[in-house]
């Protein structure tokens, strides 16, 4: 099983997360973040420009994507 990766930027997250159906929404971010809307989801993930391996898991699963389905769209 694959581990989450350590060194993943802000703008790296955000294109992922486009790539898996997203849409980067403009004006919500406050100063550095940035918010994107997933396909299944209400509200928006937001995306700060420092990002841990614990809240990128977190992103992840809002994200409602698997490790593997994100992985493959990084």
Excluded: C, W, Y
């Excluded at 350590?6 to 159906?21: C, E, K, M, P, S």
């Excluded at 396909?39 to 994507?65: D, M």
């Amino acid at each position: 099983m694959p581990s989450l990766p350590r060194n993943v930027t802000q703008d790296q997250v955000v294109r992922a997360l486009i790539r898996a159906g997203g849409v980067e929404v403009r004006g919500l971010g406050k100063g550095s973040h940035r918010s994107v809307r997933m396909p299944n989801q209400a509200r928006p993930i937001t995306v700060p420009s420092r990002i841990k391996t614990g809240l990128l898991g977190s992103i992840i699963k809002q994200a409602g994507l698997t490790l593997e389905q994100f992985l493959e769209v990084l």
